[in-house]
């Protein structure tokens, strides 16, 4: 018995790198992806090539709170009514504090934070009536400990944390979850610019000693979002090879 089965999940930033497994992972657990991509056929290639069947791919801009109301209607019109909800969609700009600008500040909390509310707030009324739900946020690490270049994208994604907190306590008694995952650092294309000396500086610093696979944080978001992880909520749970242990 697949624990998904029948079920409808909505996962931004679906096509590529860590969306794309645990989009993967939850197709493989029954559900229904709605693989949601900044671009149309990326996003519809990589939900046709998702096992199971009755996925589809949407092209939707997170950090538009309008565009984010029509694609969660379209997906409820054309899968079924979402049952779980998978922040994962995310960007950087990274740079020292006093060279960032006031785009790379908005971007990274309009895309990484924002974003989780806009997507949040339309499927919440639904799973409200429903009194079911399952909500992830996708963090890091560096929300938690903070990383310099970073000022931007850590308090974007420690933002993030008190988001799930704050939906936690709000949705419970609506039966609703709302977890986080706190990925380290994973091999993706947000991390593909890293040189071999920094690659070979982060892995001494991973008490397992390699780099995380998109695979390894998916395992995770399928327990997260699934009825084994019933009774958790409002939990940041850190995947990261224990690197900041
Ligand atoms: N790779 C890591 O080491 C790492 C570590 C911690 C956290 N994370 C987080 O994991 C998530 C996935 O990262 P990844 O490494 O797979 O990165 P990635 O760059 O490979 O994928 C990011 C995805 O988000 C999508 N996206 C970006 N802006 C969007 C927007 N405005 N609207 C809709 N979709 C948008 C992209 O199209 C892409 O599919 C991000 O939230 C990232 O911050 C990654």
């Not at 018995?1 to 930033?13: D, I, K, R, S």
């Not at 096509?15 to 900044?38: E, K, P, Y």
């Not at 565009?67 to 379209?74: E, L, N, P, R, Y």
């Not at 963090?139 to 970073?150: A, F």
Request: glycine share 14%; charged share 20%.
């Amino acid at each position: 018995m697949q624990e998904l089965a029948g079920q409808v999940a909505m996962v931004t930033g679906g096509s590529r790198g860590i969306g794309l497994a645990i989009s993967r992972a939850l197709a493989d657990a029954g559900a229904r992806v709605a693989v949601i991509g900044q671009d149309a056929t990326r996003a519809a290639t990589a939900a046709a090539a998702l096992p199971g069947s009755g996925h589809a791919g949407y092209a939707c801009n997170v950090a538009d709170p309008a565009g984010v109301q029509a694609t969660t209607a379209q997906i409820e019109k054309d899968l079924g009514e979402i049952a779980i909800l998978v922040n994962n969609a995310g960007i950087t700009r990274d740079n020292l504090l006093v060279r960032l600008r006031d785009q790379d500040w908005d971007d990274v909390l309009g895309v990484n934070l924002k974003g989780a509310f806009n997507t949040i707030r339309a499927v919440a009324k639904g799973m409200m009536r429903r009194r079911a739900g399952s909500i992830l946020n996708v963090t890091s690490v560096v929300g938690i400990t903070g990383n310099p270049g970073q000022a931007n994208y850590s308090a974007a994604k420690a933002g993030l944390i008190g988001l799930t907190k704050s939906v936690a306590r709000e949705l419970a008694p609506r039966g609703i979850r709302c977890n986080a995952i706190a990925p380290g650092y994973i091999e993706t294309d947000m991390t593909a610019g890293l040189n071999e000396e920094q690659t070979r500086g982060i892995r001494e610093k991973v008490a397992l000693g390699r780099l995380g696979q998109p695979e390894d944080v998916a395992a995770v978001a399928r327990f997260l979002v699934g009825p084994g992880a019933g009774y958790i909520t409002g939990q940041v749970l850190v995947v990261d090879g224990g690197m900041v242990l």
